[in-house]
């Protein structure tokens, strides 16, 4: 079985594109906070940047909708692809591929026109918990941008 559940915040604004054959795909980095250390005291926390491709209509609403900073839940698939590069040499990628994406955070995040996630002086400085994964609430000091 290939299946991806992460919880994060985008690291930059979603970039999109279009094939040749015109489908939607937007691209992002969804930053992943976790911990690491021997014992459950001295536990310190770090963050994984996961490149996410979204295709279709679920890559237009991305496109739409989110900006750096939104919270995210996605579901989908890892996968692992190779190109050549410019000098010759075989490179590979690694990057999830969102079947599902779900905003998170609360309204008040949002955008009041109704676009994307925006930072509200109004927000609290704790985030909403990460949807019942295990996690604790986030604080945006603990995010890395």
């Known amino acids: 079985m290939n299946k991806v559940i992460l919880a994060g915040r985008l690291a930059r604004d979603p970039e999109m594109r279009y094939t040749t054959s015109g489908k939607a795909v937007a691209s992002f980095t969804l930053a992943v906070n976790r911990r690491f250390g021997r014992n459950a ?12 491709i979204a295709w279709e209509k679920l890559a237009e609403i991305c496109g739409n909708n989110l900006i750096k900073g939104s919270q995210v839940l996605v ?7 190779s190109y050549d590069g410019q000098d010759g040499s075989k490179r590979y990628v690694t990057e999830v591929v969102a079947n599902e994406i779900e905003f998170m ?11 994307g996630f925006a930072p509200s002086p109004a927000a609290p400085a704790e985030a909403a918990p990460m949807g019942g994964f295990g996690g604790s609430p986030v604080s945006d000091d603990d995010i890395p941008f």
Request: net charge neutral.
């Open 105 to 115: 955070g609360s309204k008040q995040q949002r955008d009041p026109n109704g676009g």
């Open 41 to 52: 005291g001295d536990q310190q926390q770090t963050a994984d940047f996961i490149p996410i």
């Open 75 to 81: 579901e989908g698939r890892m996968q692992v692809r």
